[in-house]
């Protein structure tokens, strides 16, 4: 889906395009964008809730590592769901 | 709820048939704040007899309104008309809907928009402003839209919708007086940069309808338009556009109806400007006594009200749809087609070609092929032809 390389260094911003937030009504973080949402699971709304042009992979993996200290390292489902975020031009880079 | 049969209904109902009356959330609310509009579309979704609904809810009506469809969950808002631009309170409107957490939408003609105004909608919080077209070119939009300076005006407010930093769905509603200039028509929505495009054929409801011999464009004009889309898409999307087309067929060269409205009384809820809650935007003109929000709590609208239970679950089903193995996937298809067509809208949507009705969609396929284009024909939603539509 995507064609671009996502490194550690990478820093993704939202496409204003889409609003993230927290629906109760869906119990889950959804994307709006005009006439329509996506409901996102769980991992994807911890991943998109970081995403804020500012924080990079690396910081957001860290942060996540931080978070569910469990899950071990993070960082590959991390980079291969924001290529396909990317892929669905949910965020830049 | 189950079925007790009842004691003129002997016959025991075959497990097959639900009368489930389960719904889920009203996530889009589709809020008509007036029917006014300065276009005379002929083939405007509102109903024929607008102007027999005088009466519009005021600015607290319709918060009121708003909050109590985000209490039941839903989160698209949809500011329509008419023109929605005519409400003077628009901007509360819209700050209103925005604190509460909607995402909200402008649908608008663009007729009546500034720079200015779409700048202070954009700081009370209005997410998307959708422009409608009715051509690619001057000429036929004016004599579309009845208004000559409006083709202009909605090019500038189209690139100030851009400029502005909103995202921007435009939607052009095609016909056989546009189709055949669909190229034309994609060439400027990409060079205003849409992000999303609605290529709609016109559905035939309200004023279409009325005028569906001038509007119905024939097979080949369809096929035509809709390979020309497809070669774009693909053009546009090797390009690394991002550039979303949505090529909407009309139903009526279908041979199953579509899933309307993704059920009755599922996912979408429309209040017209008098305060009528209806499923779907055609729904008021069916025999079917619907309820005012002024008079009844949204939750019970949505919940328990008779309108919106009416065609839930399909123990009203007539055949061909009662034993039909599709039924729960087009729910029997669009009961306002079924209405304007055959007279009863417990009948199978007639695009259906299981539908002892469906020679009425066959015929009005073949007048395509031979109406000769000819505006002067068109009936134009205004004020005067809808006195001829009234009651009153």
Excluded at chain 2, 12 to 27: F, N, R, V, W, Y
Excluded at chain 2, 51 to 65: A, I, P
Excluded at chain 2, 92 to 111: C, P
Excluded at chain 2, 298 to 304: H, M
């Amino acid at each position: 889906m995507s064609d671009i390389e996502i490194t550690a260094a990478s820093v993704p911003v939202l496409n204003k395009m889409f609003r993230f937030q927290w629906e109760k009504a869906q119990n889950c973080f959804v994307l709006l964008y005009p006439e329509g949402m996506i409901q996102l699971n769980g991992p994807a709304g911890e991943i998109l809730g970081l995403v804020d042009g500012e924080r990079s992979v690396a910081a957001i993996t860290s942060e996540l590592e931080a978070k569910f200290p469990d899950a071990g390292d993070l960082s590959g489902d991390i980079i291969e769901f924001l290529g396909e975020a990317h892929g669905q031009h949910w965020i830049t880079l | 709820m189950a079925n007790t049969g009842s004691p003129c209904n002997a016959q025991p109902t075959p497990p097959i048939i639900s009368d489930d009356k389960s719904h889920g959330q009203p996530l889009w609310l589709l809020a008509e704040l007036t029917y006014k509009c300065p276009l005379q579309c002929p083939y405007c979704s509102n109903p024929l007899d607008f102007s027999d609904f005088g009466g519009e809810l005021t600015t607290q009506q319709w918060l009121d309104v708003f909050q109590q469809g985000r209490d039941l969950g839903a989160v698209q808002l949809g500011f329509s008309g008419g023109e929605p631009l005519v409400r003077q309170d628009l901007i509360q409107l819209i700050g209103g809907a925005h604190e509460m957490g909607y995402y909200t939408n402008l649908i608008t003609s663009g007729v009546g928009l500034n720079e200015h105004k779409m700048a202070e909608f954009q700081q009370a919080g209005l997410d998307h402003i959708q422009v409608s077209f009715q051509a690619s070119d001057e000429s036929v939009n004016s004599m579309l839209s009845g208004s000559k300076k409006a083709f202009e005006q909605k090019l500038k407010m189209a690139k100030e919708v851009k400029a502005q930093g909103y995202p921007m769905v435009l939607n052009f509603v095609t016909h056989r007086h546009n189709i055949d200039r669909i190229d034309r028509i994609i060439e400027l929505c990409v060079e205003l940069d849409a992000d999303y495009v609605e290529l709609a054929t016109c559905q035939y409801y309200g004023w279409a309808y009325e005028n569906v011999e001038q509007l119905l464009p024939t097979r080949a004009q369809l096929e035509r338009a809709e390979r020309i889309t497809n070669e774009y898409r693909a053009k546009l999307a090797a390009e690394g556009n991002p550039i979303k087309l949505i090529f909407v067929t009309p139903d009526y060269y279908e041979e199953r109806p579509k899933g309307c409205m993704n059920g009755w009384g599922q996912v979408f809820l429309t209040v017209t400007p008098d305060g009528k809650a209806l499923p779907c935007h055609s729904a008021r003109m069916l025999p079917i006594e619907f309820p005012n929000v002024t008079e009844v709590s949204l939750q019970e609208i949505w919940d328990t009200s008779p309108g919106f239970n009416h065609f839930r679950g399909n123990a009203w089903m007539k055949e061909p749809c009662r034993s039909c193995d599709e039924k729960d996937k087009d729910f029997g298809g669009c009961h306002c087609q079924a209405f304007m067509l055959t007279g009863d809208m417990y009948n199978a949507d007639p695009v259906c070609a299981k539908s002892e009705h469906h020679h009425l969609i066959e015929e009005a396929r073949e007048r395509a092929e031979a109406v000769v284009n000819n505006p002067d024909e068109f009936t134009f939603r205004n004020e005067r032809n809808s006195k001829v539509f009234a009651k009153s």
